[in-house]
């Protein structure tokens, strides 16, 4: 009979402290979720970067096709990709200088979510023209 009063007692105190990890833990889930977020975001950034200069060096007809555009202008879009990356990235391709025979580029990603808090990403390299 004199242990009724302890076991409210218990059941608050269970319940604070539940309720404090839960305050505690909760905004860490949160920060967490959304820096695998960034670095997906960025990982995804740099693949595509790569998988863009490794087919400009594979020569085939779209690749050419830029190449020599990139001989006349200055910058190129690159569209050649699936409809979920466009409307994710914006890769652009800019040219930075040019010889009789190679012809050094600047790939830039850019990142259309994320509000503009993810910095573009940028490969540089020279291809055959």
């Known amino acids: 009979m004199k242990n009724k009063g302890f076991i409210l007692i218990d059941i608050l105190t269970g319940l604070f402290l539940i309720g404090l990890i839960t305050v505690v833990s909760l905004p860490l889930i949160s920060s967490s979720h959304s820096n695998y977020l960034t670095i ?3 990982t995804e950034m740099n693949y595509l970067g790569e998988s863009i200069y490794e087919r400009l060096c594979s020569e085939d007809n779209y690749s ?3 190449i020599e555009e990139l001989t006349t202008s200055n910058e190129v879009l690159f569209n050649d990709l699936s409809l979920d ?3 994710k990235y914006t890769p ?3 040219k930075t200088g040019q010889t009789e025979n190679l012809l050094e580029i600047k790939i830039v990603i850019t990142s259309n979510s994320h509000g503009g808090n993810i910095a573009d990403v940028e490969f540089k390299g020279t291809i055959l023209r």
């Open 40 to 42: 997906r975001t960025i």
């Open 64 to 66: 050419r096709g830029l």
């Open 85 to 87: 990356y466009l409307e």
């Open 92 to 94: 652009k391709i800019k």
